[in-house]
């Protein structure tokens, strides 16, 4: 095997553990609704650290998609504008992809960094099917394996969307934690694939 895919394949998997254990933290610290949308946080793709600069205020520049919260409701701006003196609702779409309205700073960067760990553990897996590519002649396996992972990836990161949009539901969070668990399995398979290459070696050498 190549040893780059080597290197990428562990870190991907130290990555996805430590994603797990991100995963844990979050749950345990009751910190999965710390971005209420996804994949941005707030409509940031840096957080805020107080609750001041997501409430609304007056002759403020707002960003596209950024959420404030008024009255006790979240809302993303339509477009990039200034805001008045009052408050207009026609700058504004409610999000109602669920009634939750509380900020944590706490909460919100534990959620934060969660997600952080996967999107670099995503792109580690996608290095390493990417270098498995070259070795696609002589081991399809090896490249069939490393694009399974990518996707299973990228069905992971759509499932903490639905885990976020559906305000924390049960049955959602424990098939995103199965799935993490099969991600582990699969990367680890990679060394088991490894140990029986290299008895097929010594058989026939």
């Given amino acids: 095997m190549n040893k780059k895919f080597i290197f990428f394949s562990k870190l991907s998997l130290i990555l996805v553990l430590f994603v797990i254990l991100a995963g844990s933290l979050v749950r345990m610290t009751g910190s999965g609704m710390g971005c209420p949308d996804w994949p941005k946080c707030f409509g940031y793709l840096i957080p805020p650290t107080s609750i001041e600069e997501i409430t609304w205020k007056p002759n403020q520049s707002y960003d596209k998609g950024i959420m404030i919260l008024h009255e006790n409701k979240f809302f993303n ?17 409610p999000y109602t992809k669920h009634d939750y309205t509380k900020f944590d700073p706490l909460n919100t960067w534990f959620e934060f960094v969660n997600r952080l760990i996967g999107a670099v553990a995503g792109f580690s897996t996608l290095i390493m099917f990417f270098l498995s590519t070259y070795e696609f002649k002589r081991n399809k396996i090896l490249t069939l394996l490393s694009g399974l992972v990518v996707l299973s ?6 499932l903490g ?9 049960p049955y959602k969070i424990s098939i995103h934690m199965i799935m993490a668990i099969v991600i582990v399995c699969l990367i680890s398979a990679f060394g088991h ?5 290299r008895e097929l070696k010594k ?3």
């Avoid at 969307?161 to 539901?169: A, H, I, T, W």
């Fill in 77 to 93: 701006s339509k477009q990039k504008f200034t805001s008045n003196k009052s408050f207009e609702l026609y700058n504004w779409i």
């Fill in 153 to 158: 990836m990228g069905f992971q990161a759509w």
């Fill in 161 to 169: 969307k639905l885990v976020v949009d559906s305000n924390l539901s």
């Fill in 193 to 197: 694939y490894k140990i029986k290459l």
């Fill in 203 to 205: 058989k026939f050498n």
